[in-house]
């Protein structure tokens, strides 16, 4: 008997050990997805004038006297001398990491870099340099992963700006610590989670994020993190306010006026800029959710939504929406009109300009907000378009394929006048 309760406690010793205190080593070999870093110093002595530069990923519009400025989605600005539409002449690349958005005012360029904003001198565009620069002021986005299948590895925020993700096999060692019965379940499901876990200023198109009232640029994200930088001195921009908006998703952004449209993922929401350092909300008009850019013209708002995984919607809602905002505090949903996938939009005098997508560029007389379907003025297919800016008689448009440019002047030959490819 005595022997058998001796056995029984060294027994329960061990189980004790093995289920209260053991600890295991583990070691795994893997793939994953391992960061590449540009180190702070790089990125802020990056902004520079390079003479060539292809066409290859353009994202958004912007022109500015004479000049074109498109954006190379996360590289820089291509700019060109548009003196003369039909034969634009390309000026040089300016080289400025993580750019998406950017405005111009009084000869100087502003734009986003990764966390920064970043003003340049383009008295000269062909030697347009860095003049000032307001550090940490936006928020970060890690890169889209290359792949979903692998694990992504540790980021560290010292060594800089992660730009990018590469393959690497990686060793690692590890300890799986035991603290009860049911830890002997746990190693896969612990594994399994690891692997898983933007005066004379110039003129955008609507789905800008930067926008220039006054002495202000005022800027928003996709987290609706609004910031206002005053101008008072163009070459030394200072933060004045930042602060998070209501809704969230902002997409786009469209000033008139003393008034900010914001195109969001849910809806479009109003606010009053009389004091740019204080947004105030008036209004909101929600819909499913969806891409959405807007923009405005007297008392009408026109709104697009699209469907698309990057607008976290994966129904087939592809409208565009004309809105009565008389009361800006109160808009009133006028009608909708079934679209394909519409993108940016562009009014100038009732005439109405949608990129809709794969389905081209049409044009409608919006004279009446309530048979806008009914007046297609013109289609021009085949091209993936984007964004427009309306010009009074010409037209820029930029799309995954090229610039393009047209003249409306003649509402019966609306005209393409000249087109810049992108580099396959």
């Known amino acids: 008997m005595k022997k058998y309760i001796q056995n029984s406690i060294v027994s329960i010793f061990f189980l004790g050990l093995i289920l209260g205190?053991?600890?295991?080593?583990?070691?795994?070999?893997?793939?994953?997805?391992?960061?590449?870093?540009?180190?702070?110093?790089?990125?802020?002595?990056?902004?520079?004038i390079i003479s060539q530069q292809d066409l290859v990923n353009p994202g958004k519009i912007y022109t500015f006297g004479n000049y074109i400025f498109i954006n190379e989605v996360m590289k820089g600005v291509h700019v060109y001398n548009n003196i003369n539409p039909a034969t634009p002449q390309y000026i040089g690349f300016i080289n400025i990491p993580g750019n998406l958005d950017l405005a111009v005012r009084n000869n100087i360029l502003y734009a986003d870099s990764y966390l920064d904003l970043v003003a340049i001198d383009v008295t000269d565009p062909s030697r347009a340099k860095e003049v000032g620069r307001v550090k940490s002021t936006f928020s970060y986005s890690l890169p889209a992963k290359t792949r979903t299948d692998l694990r992504t590895g540790y980021v560290d925020w010292s060594r800089g700006i992660v730009v990018d993700w590469e393959v690497k096999q990686v060793q690692k060692e590890s300890y799986i610590e035991y603290n009860n019965a049911d830890d002997f379940h746990s190693i896969n499901s612990y594994l399994d989670a690891?692997?898983?876990?933007?005066?004379?200023?110039?003129?955008?198109?609507?789905?800008?994020?930067?926008?220039?009232?006054?002495?202000?640029?005022?800027?928003?994200?996709?987290?609706?993190?609004?910031?206002n930088f005053d101008l008072t001195d163009p070459s030394f921009p200072k933060r004045t306010y930042s602060n998070y908006l209501n809704g969230g998703g902002v997409e786009t952004m469209f000033l008139t006026g003393k008034y900010m449209f914001l195109g969001t993922r849910n809806g479009m929401l109003i606010y009053d800029l009389s004091d740019p350092m204080k947004p105030l909300f008036l209004s909101s008009f929600w819909h499913a959710t969806g891409c959405d850019p807007v923009v405005v013209q007297n008392n009408r708002a026109y709104v697009t939504l699209r469907s698309g995984v990057t607008c976290a919607n994966n129904r087939s809602t592809n409208e565009l929406s004309v809105l009565d905002i008389t009361d800006v505090k109160a808009p009133v949903l006028l009608r909708s009109y079934g679209m394909d996938n519409p993108h940016g939009l562009g009014i100038s005098d009732d005439i109405l300009f949608v990129c809709d997508g794969n389905s081209?560029?049409?044009?409608?007389?919006?004279?009446?907000?309530?048979?806008?379907?009914?007046?297609?003025?013109?289609?021009?297919?085949?091209?993936?378009?984007?964004?427009?800016?309306?010009?009074?008689?010409?037209l820029l448009m930029i799309g995954s394929d090229g610039f393009y440019q047209y003249d409306y002047s003649d509402l019966k030959n609306i005209k393409e006048i000249s087109v810049i490819k992108v580099k396959k």
């Open 194 to 227: 690891a692997a898983t876990s933007a005066s004379v200023q110039g003129v955008g198109g609507s789905m800008a994020r930067f926008g220039l009232i006054g002495n202000s640029l005022v800027t928003v994200d996709i987290n609706s993190y609004y910031c």
């Open 360 to 394: 081209g560029l049409k044009v409608y007389n919006a004279a009446n907000p309530l048979l806008i379907a009914e007046n297609l003025l013109a289609k021009f297919p085949g091209i993936n378009s984007y964004d427009v800016i309306p010009l009074g008689k010409s």
């Open 21 to 48: 205190g053991c600890r295991d080593k583990f070691s795994e070999q893997y793939l994953a997805l391992e960061p590449v870093y540009l180190s702070f110093a790089d990125l802020r002595a990056s902004v520079k």
